[in-house]
């Protein structure tokens, strides 16, 4: 069955109604050979059914007292009911012309006294939906910022005027969706010139209705997209950098940026599309401004930047006190010290504390290194080893150790 132009015009005027939800697709606009549907929150699909339509759209959030569907031929009104809320699918009575009678119905909403707008299109008595379209293929013209889409029409649609309904989501869920009518196989969008997924579902209609829509996964190719989530975690004269990017970015590699210019920095994969890098030989206790950027053989992404501030290390600490050990125990020495005047921003961990003492039979310096966690400030060292000893204390927080402390005077262990 093949429409008339005129049938055809109306077709497209009231397929213009069909619409999604907002554009995710950001700057997306369409090509000469796409026309944009306008935003509406009520959709209506139909398919022709011998001499009934079958109808069926999204049910708002909030739903209307019911819906009213008119049916008219040559402009005069042939019938009008009322359908309840909430019926996924209802049938409407075409009436008993011959096949191949156009009859225009339109729908809307009822809410009170202030009806929605009438959605409109024209179908055939008789007439069949066309089947689903073949082969999705997508093409990238990332000169030209255009993503092509292409695709073979229906089998046994050889002749027939059809127009296609084509929408383009990011998500999978279906959520954020672009729709165009094109009235050709074929649709040329203009991108926001960063590479990304989409999910393209088209659906080829008819003076029967809807078809049998197809759903496929593209890939519109170019620079990467921009990180999603950037966090500098402060180090003394450096960060540990860690940063997000999308699903189906398309980086081949990442660049890290201090205040705009690139630094060495080796990536290294964290968990769920997240990177880490380290970035050292930065002032500590200074502002700066991070970035991090994807590459690809197409060129480099936008830059996603935040201001961070390196942590100062801890003050030195004075000479620790010092005096022999609790009687009865263990060789050991109690040592006690005053916490650094300043911290540097870092959070407080523990200190370090560093015991010298008498030489071994070789002639080697006793060396022991034991720990204390911050916030305690006194320590009972074992030694091991009699004879006379003095320690050094050094603070640590994340960004380092603070200078190692004067040594204490000597003192033996008991």
């Not at 019926?87 to 009822?110: D, H, K, Q, Y």
């Not at 009170?112 to 007439?127: D, N």
């Not at 590699?253 to 060495?264: A, C, I, Q, R, T």
Request: aromatic share 8%.
């Amino acid at each position: 069955m093949t429409t008339t132009r005129g049938v055809r015009r109306l077709l497209a005027a009231a397929l213009s109604a069909l619409v999604s939800a907002s554009l995710l697709l950001g700057g997306m606009t369409p090509a000469s050979s796409a026309t944009p549907t306008e935003p509406t929150p009520f959709n209506v699909r139909w398919f022709v059914e011998d001499r009934s339509v079958i109808l069926t759209w999204n049910e708002p959030t909030v739903a209307p007292d019911g819906y009213e569907v008119v049916t008219e031929v040559d402009g005069e009104e042939q019938s009008r009911e009322r359908l309840a809320p909430g019926s996924l699918w209802n049938r409407v009575f075409l009436g008993w012309g011959p096949a191949g009678t156009p009859v225009r119905v339109s729908v809307r909403e009822l809410r009170g006294v202030h009806p929605g707008t009438w959605e409109s299109f024209v179908a055939l008595i008789g007439a069949t939906a066309p089947g689903p379209v073949d082969g999705i293929q997508a093409e990238s013209l990332p000169h030209d910022d255009v993503l092509r889409l292409q695709w073979a029409p229906p089998a046994g649609a050889a002749g027939e005027e059809l127009d296609y309904h084509v929408s383009l989501t990011k998500e999978s869920n279906g959520s954020g969706t672009v729709d165009y009518l094109v009235d050709g196989p074929r649709l040329e969008v203009i991108t926001e010139g960063v590479g990304v997924e989409l999910y393209a579902e088209v659906t080829s209609i008819s003076s029967g209705g809807y078809g049998h829509t197809v759903r496929q996964r593209v890939v519109y190719e170019d620079v990467p997209g921009q990180a999603t989530e950037i966090n500098p975690r402060p180090r003394a004269g450096g960060f540990n950098l860690k940063w997000q990017y999308g699903r189906g970015n398309q980086a081949t590699s990442w660049e890290v940026l201090v205040d705009g210019v690139v630094v060495p920095a080796e990536t290294r994969p964290g968990a769920s599309r997240f990177l880490l890098a380290d970035v050292t030989g930065l002032e500590t206790g200074t502002d700066y401004v991070v970035g991090v950027r994807g590459v690809n053989e197409h060129g480099v992404g936008d830059v996603l930047t935040t201001t961070a501030r390196t942590y100062d290390l801890p003050d030195q600490l004075a000479a620790p006190r010092v005096k022999r050990g609790p009687r009865g125990g263990d060789l050991s020495v109690r040592v006690s010290w005053t916490p650094p005047a300043d911290w540097g921003g870092g959070e407080e961990c523990c200190y370090r504390i560093t015991g010298h003492g008498p030489a071994d039979r070789a002639g080697v310096p006793a060396l022991v290194v034991r720990w204390s966690d911050a916030p305690a400030t006194r320590f009972d060292f074992p030694v091991g080893r009699p004879g006379k000893w003095r320690f050094q204390v050094e603070a640590k927080t994340g960004a380092g150790f603070s200078p190692i402390s004067e040594p204490s005077r000597w003192v033996r262990a008991r």
